[in-house]
């Protein structure tokens, strides 16, 4: 089917761990973005891309790496996992309207993930 | 900093009767939308709004903008029970490289 996909759903690490999420789009959308929600915070960027190759940092970056080598991938890794990661990622993708489409983010199914 | 906040945080509703959820952003923003969350869901698109003075409906749903007054509204009409949701508005704006801002959510359950 077409649309955004993340992998894992869900995930439990440990302490100190290194972990990527992953997120996939098939609809070649230039931007993506990664939120993570956590109760009392709502959602909060922690990092986006424009296009491949070109990512920046969102209101929550530190502990986390992302890169953008394909269009469609955009991949979240956790360098050293420490339980205040424990939260539910989401990934996002839109396209401007000034390229054709509609400015709106649609968001993937989430990844649980769990820091013991 | 773009920041955006809503309310009322909870609602509980009454089937049949009609309420509205305010979202207030705190500076210039030209877009504005509303996301509905069903628990242990993703966010799914309901409204984008434009332009000054956009209105939108979806059903029951009714979502307005006054850019002046950097308020949003969305209103529900006849609350139903397939209404409980969690609903969040989100500012951006292209200057800020089409970033958004949420908002808290707004916790929606309807009661009979």
Known sequence: ?116 | ELKVEQNPLFLSMQEGKNYTIYCNYSTTSDRLYWYRQDPGKSLESLFVLLSNGAVKQEGRLMASLDTKARLSTLHITAAVHDLSATYFCAAGHPSNDYKLSFGAGTTVTVRA
């Open chain 1, 1 to 116: 089917d077409a649309g955004i996909t993340q992998s894992p759903r869900y995930k439990i690490t440990e302490t100190g761990r290194q972990v990527t999420l992953m997120c996939h789009q098939t609809w070649s959308h230039s931007y993506m973005f990664w939120y993570r929600q956590d109760l009392g915070h709502g959602l909060r960027l922690i990092y986006y891309s424009a296009a491949a190759d070109i990512t920046d940092k969102g209101e929550v970056p530190d502990g986390y790496v992302v890169s953008r080598s394909k269009t469609e991938n955009f991949p979240l890794t956790l360098e050293s996992a420490t339980r205040s990661q424990t939260s539910v990622y989401f990934c996002a993708s839109s396209e401007p309207a000034l390229a054709g489409g509609t400015d709106t983010q649609y968001f993937g199914p989430g990844t649980r993930l769990t820091v013991l």
